[in-house]
C-alpha cells in the first residue's frame, strides 16, 4: 500500500465523466446480504465493492494507472496473514482482498455507518473509481445494512435510478445471529473489523467504552435481547411503512431461506429482473452454504414475543416462530 496519503489525487480527473447503474441489496445486519452479495458478484454481471477497495481506497487509481493492482492485493494478503485474519470469525466467511465487502466501512459516522449528505460525495467517489478500474459497461452491485435502517428512502433520493433487492429473514432468526455476531465481536477483538472498521478499532482503546457495549449486549435481564430486538422491530416498521414510498418497478424481496433452498432460481429471478444474462455457467448451489446455527437460549425461549413485536412483518413473509 502506498505511504502517501492521498496516492489518486492526482488521477482524480479519471472520474469526471464517469457514470454508474447502482444495484443495492437491502436488508438488515445478518438477513444474508453478505451471501446474496458474494453469489450475485459470482454470477460475473456486477462490479462490487471488495475488501481491497475498502482498505486501498486512497490508491485505487494510482494502483490502477501504474499496473499495481495485484502486488497491492498480494500486500493485503500478507497483512491479512500478518494479523493471522484467516476469516470473519462471526459467520466464517473466509477472508481474502476481494471478500465483497460493505461500503459503510468508509465512513466515519460511528458504528452507525449510514449513507448521509455528508458522506454522499466519498460514495461517488468510490463508485466512479470501481467503474474505472473494473470496467464502465456493468452494473455497480452495493451493499450496507445500516442504509436498510431507517435510510432506504434516502439512498433511492440520492441515487434516482437505482434498484432495490431486498432479502428478508425470519426475525427471530435475525435476532438470534445479531446477538451472536455483537458479542463475539465485543468478547475479543476481530482483526479483520478492526482492519476496516475506524470505530471498531478506536472501541478497543477505550476499554471502559468496551465494557458498557459489553454490558448493554449482556445476557442479565435479557438486555441484550431487548437492544437487539428493538433494534430490529425498528427497521422492520420502517421497511412497511415506507416500502410504497418506492417506484415498484424498482424494487424486488426475495427471502434469505428460498435463496438457500433454491439459490439458482432465487438468482436467477433477480439477474432476470434487471435483464441480465449469467451465461448460464455458473452453479450457484455450490456456493450456498446455509448455517443451521442453534439460535441464543434466551432468543428461543421469547421466540413469541418477537412474533408479537413484529407480527405485521412476520405475516408479511410468512413466517412463524418455529
Keep these: 500500500m502506498q505511504q502517501h496519503a492521498e496516492p489518486d ?26 451471501i446474496l452479495y458474494k ?8 462490479n462490487i465493492v471488495t475488501a481491497y477497495h475498502i482498505v ?5 487509481l494510482y494502483n490502477h494507472v501504474h499496473g499495481r493492482v495485484d502486488a497491492a492485493k498480494d500486500e493485503l494478503r500478507q497483512l491479512f496473514r500478518a494479523r493471522e485474519v ?33 458522506n454522499l460525495a466519498t460514495l461517488v467517489e468510490l463508485c466512479k473509481k470501481i467503474q474505472v478500474t473494473s470496467g464502465p459497461s456493468k452494473p ?8 436498510y435502517f431507517l435510510n432506504f428512502t434516502y439512498v433511492k433520493q440520492a441515487f ?19 446477538l451472536h455476531a455483537i458479542r463475539s465481536s465485543l468478547a475479543e477483538k476481530n482483526e479483520y473489523v478492526a482492519l476496516i472498521g475506524a470505530w471498531y478499532r478506536d472501541l478497543f482503546h477505550k476499554p ?8 448493554l449486549f449482556s445476557r442479565r435481564f435479557n438486555l441484550g435481547l431487548r437492544v437487539v430486538t428493538r433494534h430490529v422491530a425498528r427497521g422492520a416498521d420502517y421497511y412497511l411503512a415506507h416500502i410504497a414510498d418506492l417506484p415498484q418497478d424498482d424494487v424486488l ?13 432465487t438468482i436467477h429471478a433477480i439477474l432476470d429482473w434487471l435483464h441480465l444474462d449469467d451465461g448460464g455457467a455458473v452453479d450457484y448451489a455450490a456456493l450456498v452454504q446455509k448455517r443451521e446455527a442453534p439460535r441464543q437460549a434466551e432468543v428461543a425461549a421469547n421466540s413469541r414475543l418477537i412474533y408479537r413485536r413484529m407480527k405485521p412483518y412476520f405475516e408479511s413473509f410468512g413466517y412463524d416462530v418455529a
Design 208 to 215: 471502559m467504552r468496551r465494557q458498557m457495549a459489553r454490558a
Design 86 to 118: 484467516k476469516d470473519r470469525v462471526f459467520d466464517r466467511m473466509a477472508v481474502d482482498p476481494d471478500l465483497p465487502e460493505e461500503y459503510g466501512f468508509l465512513f466515519s459516522t460511528g458504528y452507525r455507518q449510514q449513507l448521509t449528505a455528508e
Design 160 to 178: 434516482p435510478t437505482s434498484k432495490f433487492v431486498f432479502i428478508h429473514r425470519n426475525p427471530v432468526d435475525v435476532v438470534s445471529s445479531q
Design 39 to 46: 453469489i450475485l458478484g459470482a454470477s460475473g454481471c456486477f
Design 140 to 147: 455497480l452491485l452495493l451493499k450496507n445494512p445500516w442504509d
Design 253 to 265: 424481496s426475495i427471502r434469505y431461506e428460498d435463496l438457500c433452498a433454491a439459490p439458482d432460481a
Design 9 to 34: 489525487r492526482a488521477y482524480l480527473d479519471m472520474l469526471d465523466a464517469v457514470t454508474f447503474q447502482p444495484v443495492f441489496i437491502m436488508g438488515d445486519h445478518r438477513s444474508g446480504t453478505t
Design 56 to 60: 486501498n481506497y486512497r490508491e485505487l
